[in-house]
Nanobody, 123 residues
Framework: QVQLVESGGGLVQAGGSLRLSCAAS????????LGWFRQAPGKEREFVAA???????YYADSVKGRFTISRDNAKNTVYLQMNSLKPEDTAVYYC?????????????????WGQGTQVTVSS
């Protein structure tokens, strides 16, 4: 079992920055793929970014160049640095984890999910 707890969400003006953190339990964290997804009201959950157990990174086109995903295996934590935020980035952000399968974009591939943290970007 893996438990995930997100933090770092909040209200920010357009153009600002936030850093989300996701702390994980479990002894095999270093072998897990980790992802960030988001869900805006009335929309489906969508892929934002992922990092493989080897620290290869993957991004949605909408956030490429603005968001950076990273992991600290010593702290069992994954981060999402979000810069140049836009109102359309407003959503609940979820971190997700599962054993690395080589595929990262489909939320159905992740067995473990955090409770989510709200990010609101005002214009």
């Amino acid at each position: 079992q893996v438990q995930l707890v997100e933090s770092g969400g909040g209200l920010v003006q357009a153009g600002g920055s936030l850093r989300l953190s996701c702390a994980a339990s479990g002894r095999t964290f270093s072998r897990y793929a980790l992802g960030w997804f988001r869900q805006a009201p009335g929309k489906e959950r969508e892929f934002v970014a992922a990092i493989s157990w080897r620290s290869s990174t993957y991004y949605a086109d909408s956030v490429k160049g603005r968001f950076t995903i990273s992991r600290d295996n010593a702290k069992n934590t994954v981060y999402l640095q979000m810069n140049s935020l836009k109102p359309e980035d407003t959503a609940v952000y979820y971190c997700a984890a599962d054993r690395d399968s080589g595929s990262y974009y489909d939320p159905n591939l992740y067995a473990y999910w955090g409770q989510g943290t709200q990010v609101t970007v005002s214009s």
